[in-house]
């Protein structure tokens, strides 16, 4: 669905946007861990590689798109809705 079906395209979105796009498509369904899981597979490190550090930042991300993405969703907030209008 999301039109990332390779690693190389995943590599080429990279772990972030990637993360972006599905937690537009999904909502609350794409969780900060499944950031952490594209980080790890676009850097093709095992995940035991990936530091606390790393993590936390990952998390301050995930918090921003979700930020991002929820004002752009309220009509109050002054931006344009991009989420899909269920009817």
Not at 44 to 62: D, G, S
Request: net charge positive; charged share 30%; hydrophobic share 40%.
């Amino acid at each position: 669905e999301a039109g990332i079906d390779t690693p190389a395209k995943l590599r080429k979105k990279g772990a972030v946007e990637t993360y972006r796009l599905m937690r537009f498509m999904y909502g609350r369904k794409a969780t900060a861990p499944f950031l952490f899981a594209l980080d790890i597979a676009v850097r093709n490190v095992h995940w035991r590689e990936q530091t606390e550090a790393e993590k936390a930042k990952l998390r301050v991300i995930a918090r921003e798109i979700q930020r991002q993405l929820d004002s752009a969703a309220d009509p109050g907030a002054g931006g344009p809705n991009w989420r899909k209008q269920r009817p």
